[in-house]
């Protein structure tokens, strides 16, 4: 593992001599039909509780259809009426394995009153695309229908077939999430030599675009439950031994308590690549931390809280409930603890650190349910020269630095399955402005139509059997 990784980023630290440019934006006729894809898709209420994904997979079904896309090769199903996924089929010669390209279709819930404007409206506004879904993930699901649409009417012809799985509950996860779906009862729909997924973006700073990062790996999650039972009372006959007052106790000395901070193959890389884009005490810290050393990293992590959460394992309180009347003591406390896991960490060894930090019997730690653990991609040449190739094209100066994002995808599921996942958008955000999962979520216009343009090109380099400059 580590000589790919090495020979990688040789290839996009140094760069790759390359006589032309790509297009950064497609011809207007394409932007006018991502456009709409993107329109249609963000105003389709697809949350979680408050809305379906069906209604989203059967736009997408309709554009297929209307494009001269035999019903055949297209399927939509899912676990309930609800959660509808799509899987379309483009044919190639079928020298090589499919490339599977993945998107969620559910979004995080929105309410109007938390936003600026209806979230569910796709509104361009001073160069920003604002809505629900604009980032996480209905761009790249619209990008992905819009490109194949645009590939039937070129007659393109693939050395795969490409397959577009555009998917439900992402973000709610349990038993309608798509891809967990497919794998186990239509695994020869999506079955591929590899993915390309949302989890790797484009990182600019004050404007100016760093780096295009390709996600190789991610954290796994992992739910933790505290909870204190007491027999209660009457509330005018208060005790100290209260299960609230316990929990708080426990939830305070989690909030103190940090697990270790260290670098792994992956982040090693990404820190040591980064370094070569900063300057003074910044990039002499990325590189000792790339190195190992535990006092940059301190810093590091005091200074970021993305790089805060690339060197270590967090966990942090997000549900509470406790208490059955207003007039009696509580029987029951709990809080759900959401875990975001190194690779190399292990469930016990993060459940036990937990119950450490907690220091009191009269709270259990306990994990819910059983985590997905999903090993990381090898990092082949093939890919990612691919990527630093149409990045330079695109980006002449911008780097390709293999990452491990901090949250979560799909791509840890087809991991878990045998299928190598790439998280790879060519979307770029400011590292200080991302919205995903926030209020008034955006993204920029002008990065919307530059991914619209990457990911068209790169799908084509990689479905060819000779790649051309």
């Known amino acids: 593992m580590k000589r790919p990784i090495l020979t990688a980023l040789a290839i996009s630290a140094f760069g790759i001599a390359i006589p032309a440019h790509a297009q950064s934006t497609r011809p207007a006729a394409e932007q006018a039909l991502a456009r709409e894809i993107y329109k249609e898709f963000i105003e389709i209420q697809s949350g979680f509780t408050t809305g379906s994904t069906t209604p989203v997979a059967r736009a997408a079904e309709a554009r297929l259809l209307a494009a001269g896309f035999p019903a055949s090769d297209i399927h939509v ?40 404007m209806d979230p569910f409206k796709l509104i361009e506004k001073d160069g920003y695309f604002y809505g629900r879904g604009t980032g996480d993930d209905k ?50 729909w999506i079955d591929a030599d590899y993915a390309l997924n949302e989890g790797g973006w484009g990182e600019s700073v004050d404007g100016k675009k760093i780096s295009n990062d390709l996600q190789v790996s991610e954290k796994w999650l992992m739910n933790v439950r505290l909870e204190v039972h007491n027999k209660g009372g009457h509330s005018s006959l208060p005790v100290d031994d209260n299960a609230i007052y316990h929990l708080a106790g426990a939830l305070t000395r989690i ?43 301190q810093r590091v992590a005091k200074g970021s809280v993305q790089w805060n959460a690339t060197l270590r394992t967090t966990c942090i309180p997000t549900m509470l409930e406790g208490g059955h009347a207003l007039n009696a003591l509580p029987q029951l406390a709990a809080a759900t603890v959401n875990c975001r896991v190194l690779p190399e960490d292990g469930i016990e060894y993060v459940r036990s650190a937990l119950q450490k930090a907690v220091a009191d019997t009269a709270v259990a730690v306990t994990v819910i349910g059983t985590p997905l653990i ?9 890919i990612m020269q691919a990527v630093s190739t149409v990045t330079s094209q695109q980006w002449p100066g911008v780097v390709t630095i293999p990452i491990m994002v901090m949250g979560g995808t799909d791509g840890r599921s087809l991991r878990a399955a045998g299928i190598p996942t790439y998280g790879m958008q060519g979307f770029f955000f400011d590292r200080d402005d991302i919205h995903f999962h926030g209020s008034d979520e955006r993204m920029k216009v002008q990065s919307f139509y530059e991914g619209h343009a990457f990911l068209y090109d790169l799908v084509k380099r990689l479905s060819k059997a000779t790649p051309t400059s």
């Open 77 to 116: 199903d899912g676990a309930s009426p609800t959660k509808m996924n799509l899987v379309v089929r483009y044919h190639g010669t079928g020298a090589r394995k499919p490339i599977l390209l993945l998107a969620h279709t559910d979004v995080v819930e929105a309410k109007r009153e938390d936003w600026s």
């Open 255 to 297: 909030s103190q308590f940090k697990f270790p901070l260290k670098t792994n193959e992956v982040t090693a890389a990404y820190f040591k690549a980064m370094a070569k884009t900063e300057s003074g005490a910044t990039k002499t810290d990325l590189e000792q931390v790339a190195a190992g050393s535990q006092a940059a990293m």
């Open 139 to 188: 761009a790249q699901a619209a990008v992905w229908i819009a490109n194949l649409i645009q590939y039937k009417k070129e007659n393109f012809k693939p050395d795969r077939d490409l397959i577009v799985a555009l998917t439900a509950d992402e973000e709610g996860g349990g038993p309608f999430n798509g891809v967990d779906w497919l794998v186990k009862n239509h695994r020869d």
């Open 374 to 382: 999903g090993p990381a991609s090898p990092l082949r040449a093939d």
